[in-house]
């Protein structure tokens, strides 16, 4: 089998998407997608994955010092909340009454915006 190439790789999970965290330290908790890396295979959500990163001082911030910030998780590791229901759910895809491709969750049948 082929390995594909960074361009070639899709993931159901988009930037903006709100997320459950299914595995690591910071199982349980939710979040929206900031941004998701294709060439890491993962994405960063908001107040999952917490680290704290050690600062020199810089013009930025002239003390320094311990910040708190997200580090990115794997793709795999995320699952997508279904709207209407509220639990996770997988994502399908579907043509619309337009002929449009859209994503749908998988549980409830309903389009993913």
Do not use: C, Y
Request: hydrophobic content about 30%.
């Amino acid at each position: 089998m082929e390995k594909k190439s960074n361009s070639q790789i899709k993931f159901k999970l988009r930037k903006g998407d709100l997320v459950k965290v299914i595995a690591g330290d910071s199982k349980g908790s939710q979040g929206k997608i900031t941004e998701v890396l294709l060439s890491e295979s993962r994405a960063l959500v908001e107040g999952a994955n917490m680290v704290t990163k050690h600062t020199k001082p810089n013009a930025a911030n002239p003390n320094g010092g311990i910040i708190k910030k997200e580090a990115p998780i794997h793709i795999s590791n995320l699952a997508l909340i279904d709207p209407k229901t509220g639990n996770s759910t997988r994502v399908g895809k579907k043509r619309d009454e337009n002929g449009k491709m859209v994503r749908v969750a998988k549980k409830s049948g309903e389009e993913i915006k």
